[in-house]
């Protein structure tokens, strides 16, 4: 960390985890899976691909696709030895999910939580469930009674309400009354983007952790119109106020360990970004925990990096910290302006700015 003469010029963490990553599949998955490896020792992986991930052989099939892309990419690249990566599988939550399903799950030893996205949310979420506790009811049971946690997407889809005000509605709407019929059941508010959400996670009683992603620590809505419109700060949920980002910022950097790093890294295909329905997504996998080390060194907290990074997560999910490290140094790292996909490319999040941070390069 920092010495007696100035700021920290190198910063050794305990390998860090991404509690919320897509991956997607096919050759978009080979070009942005090492992304992630190279700095994480796990990750949570969503199930939002088309068909959906809906049961426990579904997460297996594609936990192999997952494992298979990383090797490939290696391959590819040159690099001489498979970084040591977990992919830790989910399944999508869909009014028809049994509780023999869950338990399977659970059983498998590979599948950590299961997917809440409100029908119609967000990208590919059209199979959501239409009504948590009127439908899913004997499932949330079976995932309280087996541990498994629900990972929530937490914005309803109401059209009545204004869009910056989905979270605070969701709160009220979803999570009080879930927290009331199901006091124990493990749930993580993933991609938390409001003073409203920090304070309910902070307060709220029984198991309930959150995600943070580094778009929401580091911008307000403003970088959306800076310049012009910018479809690539564009995310769900979408970025919020200025007094929002510093409640994120303060819960992150708090050391409360209901608080934990989750990129919620999103690729698209450039072209599904720069049209007139442009797709939401940021893609930060590539530099992600240089983004983080600038959101924390921008408030004073690189001390608290790593238990945010690397230990807050795992207690959460009652597994045990990573055994290997991650060194950061601090050097000008300009981001490229667009990184292969496919047969197209993606821009990733704050294309063709520099950051003061990078991975060292004999991290991996």
Known sequence: MAGPSGPAARIRLIRPDDWHLHLRDGAVLRDVVLDSARQFGRAIIMPNLKPPVLTTADAHAYRERVLAGLREACERVGVDETPSFD?????YLTDRTTPDEIRRARDSGFVHGVKLYPAG??????????DLLGQCRRTLSAMQDCGMPLLVHGEVTDPAVDLFDREAVFIERVMLPLRRAFPALKVVFEHLT????AAYVTEADGPVGATLTPQHLLYNRNALFKGGLRPHWYCLPVLKRETHRLALLK???SGNPRFFLGTDSAPHPRGAKEQDCGCAGCYTARHAMALYATAFESVGRLDRLEAFASLHGPAFYGLKPNSGSLTL???TDPIPQELPLGDDVVVPLAAGESLQWRMSQDAC
Not at 121 to 130: F, W
């Open 329 to 331: 140094e601090r050097a």
């Open 251 to 253: 819960a992150a950097t």
């Open 121 to 130: 949310a967000t990208t590919h979420s059209d199979a959501g469930v239409t």
């Open 194 to 197: 409001t003073a409203d959400g």
């Open 87 to 91: 992919p830790l599988m989910t399944l």
